[in-house]
């Protein structure tokens, strides 16, 4: 199974300022031939399931507000929030799906500091 | 807008089957791929399967042998069963679709999983 680890485990930081999240795979989840990398990344709140935030590393979904971005290649990802608004508190996890089964990453917790 | 929603027992005994269907609202079920996704607090996010309405299943190995998902059409809902469960099956399951191919680029591969159900709590216990 290709395993994700996600750092930090929990990550304060005030409103308006950058929040930084990296998620690594032990293998590389990009498929050469499309040179498309096959991971996601979701958004969780407190008692709701979690929201699809980007795919193929980087595509963001649609409603996603572009503070969010999403980027890296090969082993290594960076989700980053540009300007932390109290409505961002939340889980994020990265989701690979480039072999079976489909991992996830353990989640970082984003808060306010 | 596609809506999805679990259900079934929150309580399941030890060595009994969990069994929990999702219904499937704006869309057809014959349209997509549906994911079952389960979360504990040991052990985060974990994917569980996946069906077609065709009977095509793929499931995570490390459930394999204790798994089954089927779809009923002419409900558009699909199921869950989870044979010989122990107190490690406690979790909020999910129910969720696989992510739509809007670059008509994907060559079966999104494999991302949207939208999902607000999740049923399953607990393990006699």
């Known amino acids: 199974d290709i395993v994700l680890t996600q750092s930090p485990d929990f990550l304060a930081v005030s409103l308006g300022e950058r929040a930084t999240i990296s998620c690594k795979s032990n293998q590389s989840v990009l498929f050469t031939s499309n040179n498309k990398n096959y991971l996601a990344w979701y958004q969780q709140k407190p008692g709701q399931p979690p929201k699809l935030l980007f795919y193929w590393a980087s595509t963001r979904e649609s409603g996603v507000p572009d503070r969010f971005s999403g980027s890296g290649s090969g082993t290594d990802f960076t989700l980053t929030i540009s300007s932390l608004q109290a409505e961002d508190v939340a889980v994020y996890s990265c989701q690979q799906y480039f072999n079976l089964p489909f991992t996830f990453g353990p989640g970082t917790k984003v808060d306010l500091k | 807008q596609v809506q999805l929603q679990e259900s079934g027992p929150g309580l399941v005994k030890p060595s009994e089957t969990l069994s929990l269907t999702c219904t499937v609202s704006g869309v057809s079920i014959s349209s997509h791929y549906w994911n079952w996704i389960r979360q504990s607090p040991g052990k985060g996010l974990e994917w569980i399967g996946y069906?077609?309405?065709?009977?095509?299943?793929k499931y995570n190995p490390s459930l394999k042998s204790r798994v089954t998902m089927s779809v009923d059409t002419s409900k558009n809902q699909f199921s869950l069963k989870l044979t010989s469960v122990t107190a490690a099956d406690t979790a909020v399951y999910f129910c969720?679709?696989?992510?739509?191919?809007?670059?008509?680029?994907?060559?079966?591969?999104?494999?991302?999983?949207?939208?999902w159900g607000q999740g049923t709590l399953v607990t393990v216990s006699s």
């Open positions: 069906v077609y309405y065709t009977g095509i299943t």
């Open positions: 969720a679709r696989r992510g739509l191919c809007t670059d008509g680029n994907c060559q079966g591969y999104n494999n991302w999983f949207d939208p």
